[in-house]
């Protein structure tokens, strides 16, 4: 998520991390130092950029803007994503990862606070939550969209008006 002011974000994230009593792997514009990982707490940790096939099934959830690529990314992986937005197609993926039941309700970058912050923590570990994010990620893998999308509009245009 770009930020005009890195440092009070990431100083708001640390202090959610902190409250949710959680771990969390911090990246993006949040990532601080030359190193490509830096320990920011006891439990928390700042890296480089990283790929995303590589990290996120590592990882326990996600808290994410909620971009196309990185709800891809992260629904893909089987974990649950709590997507705060903040422009654009991001409120759309946020509702849709919500409904879904993988993710906790979105919350709008505007309200961002350490509270609902540390909320949606929380909420990423709900086993129910967890267990659909798994199973929709495995249905994810296995899919070829690609061919799925060819074959859809193939059959649009064969397809008299």
Do not use: C, K, N
Request: glycine share 10%; proline share 7%; no cysteine.
């Amino acid at each position: 998520m770009p930020s005009l002011d890195a440092a009070r974000l990431r100083a708001l994230v640390r202090e959610a991390v902190a409250r949710a009593g959680v771990r969390a792997v911090i990246g993006g514009v949040l990532h601080q130092g030359d190193e490509a990982v830096s320990a920011v707490t006891d439990t928390a940790v700042s890296i480089a950029p990283t790929p995303f096939g590589w990290l996120l099934p590592r990882t326990a959830g996600v808290v994410a803007h909620g971009g196309a690529g990185t709800t891809d990314a992260a629904l893909a992986a089987g974990v649950p994503l709590a997507v705060v937005p903040h422009m654009g197609d991001q409120f759309y993926w946020g509702r849709r990862v919500h409904d879904l039941g993988v993710g906790p309700a979105p919350l709008p970058r505007r309200d961002l606070s350490v509270d609902a912050l540390a909320d949606r923590l929380e909420a990423l570990a709900d086993p129910d939550l967890r267990d659909r994010a798994r199973m929709l990620g495995r249905q994810l893998r296995v899919e070829d969209g690609v061919s799925s999308a060819v074959e859809v509009i193939d059959e649009l245009v064969r397809t008299p008006a």
